[in-house]
């Protein structure tokens, strides 16, 4: 199997399904955990060195973290809902607690940080929601902690992808450390799928093929982006949505296409 896919597993005692660390993608930045809370069910966790994005994927929660509290937060029953998550900003060296008050799919997004901003609750209408593309390559995208709200390092973004339609397309990358014209970012791809029997594509590929790896995606699953293209592509039946975690040097996202399928953006636009 890949080294850059992470598989769904069933939930541990913590509830947890998915645990990505810098330390096993051999990078940085990003971290990545999931995890899948029955009702009255607590995580409780420190933030360490690191600021958070707690996204709540589907279910209701309340979340303490010091003398910050949001209780009964969290509106839609899942990802394919139409609408835009819930989710808390920590900063690092915060102690919290989340309380799941139904059936509840949690994200936390991860990356190294200092403490340059506070605890907040970021609301459905906090969220930047947009459509991108045309045709077979037409998604939803929802910034969730992207350039709508402060963060050190963290770029948080979800994308709705219809079944037989392709995403992150034209192929780009953001693995070069040379803004204006490019960002470094490492990245990481949680994937749900509906109905949760069907799976998806993803290539991560760079210019001299040096890393050229195609996965076949199932629900739950985790794809890890060191560098590269990496286009996913929905079959038709089966709608794809993902949660985009992306951290670097430079919070920034600057990417550069393929050239070689970078025609495709001209076409579309005629």
């Known amino acids: 199997m890949s080294t850059l896919l992470s ?14 660390s810098p330390q096993r993608a051999g990078w940085d930045y990003v971290g990545f955990d999931s995890y899948a809370l029955r009702p009255g069910q607590a995580l409780q966790e420190d933030s360490g060195d690191r600021e958070l994005c707690l996204v709540l994927v589907g ?23 139409g ?27 991860s990356a190294p940080a200092t403490g340059q901003y506070p605890p907040r609750l970021i609301r459905p209408q906090d ?84 890393l050229d790896e195609t996965m076949s995606v199932e629900d739950g699953d985790v794809v890890m982006v060191p560098r590269g293209y990496h286009p996913v592509g929905a079959p038709h039946g089966y709608d794809l949505y993902y949660l985009n975690v992306m951290a670097g040097p430079t919070r920034q996202w600057i990417f550069r296409n393929d050239p070689a399928h970078e025609w495709m953006l001209n076409a579309d636009s005629t």
């Open 7 to 20: 598989r769904h597993q069933a939930p541990d005692a913590k509830g947890r399904t998915q645990h990505i």
């Open 59 to 81: 279910g209701r929660a309340s979340v303490t973290a010091g003398e910050w509290q949001w209780s009964g937060i969290g509106e839609r029953r899942g990802p394919f809902d």
């Open 127 to 210: 969220c930047d929601r947009q459509a991108r593309g045309s045709g077979s390559n037409r998604r939803e995208v929802c910034n969730i902690l992207f350039g709508n709200a402060d963060a050190e390092h963290l770029l948080v973004v979800e994308v709705f992808t219809p079944g037989g339609n392709w995403s992150s397309y034209p192929p780009h990358k953001h693995d070069t450390d040379a803004a204006p014209r490019e960002t470094h970012l490492e990245e990481t791809y949680y994937h749900r799928i509906s109905p949760p029997q069907g799976f998806a594509f993803q290539r991560v590929y760079t210019d001299d093929r040096s």
């Open 83 to 109: 609408t835009a998550p819930y989710a808390v900003y920590l900063p690092p060296h915060t102690a919290y607690t989340v309380t799941a008050e139904s059936e509840l799919e949690l994200a936390v997004c």
